[in-house]
């Protein structure tokens, strides 16, 4: 069964940084694609960044240039170092996997999901 453990979140003033990880278990990692979601209090839940097996990156415009995806196939683990924080940056970053590549990991249909970790950022 597929696993999915976030971690790093947390609450940082505006202009920080900050980088998620999530742990995958339970799959062979190389064989998927890997994205991270948001979801801010009484909004949707939204793509933020994807990345490819072969480390393509894809990235909402609200982050371009600020956030980056990275993959540690060696240890089955997904980044998102997240820079010039910004308070409507908060929400909680979801993790998800996706064997059908960086399309489908990016509308996030897979069905694979972390618990989700929050990251406040104030003003």
């Known amino acids: 069964q597929v696993q999915l453990v976030e971690s790093g979140g947390g609450l940082v003033q505006a202009g920080a940084s900050l980088r998620l990880s999530c742990a995958a278990s339970?799959?062979?990692?190389?064989?998927?694609?890997m994205g991270w979601f948001r979801q801010a209090p009484g909004k949707e839940r939204e793509f933020a960044a994807g990345?490819?097996?072969?480390?393509?990156?894809r990235y909402a415009d609200s982050v371009k240039g600020r956030f980056t995806i990275s993959r540690d196939n060696a240890k089955n683990t997904v980044y998102l170092q997240m820079n010039r924080l910004k308070p409507e940056d908060t929400a909680v970053y979801y993790c998800?996997?996706?064997?059908?590549?960086?399309?489908?990991?990016?509308?996030?249909?897979?069905?694979?999901w972390g618990q989700g970790t929050q990251v406040t950022v104030s003003s």
């Open positions: 998800t996997a996706d064997q059908n590549g960086l399309y489908s990991v990016s509308i996030g249909v897979s069905g694979h």
């Open positions: 339970g799959l062979t990692f190389t064989h998927y694609a």
């Open positions: 990345i490819s097996r072969t480390g393509i990156n």
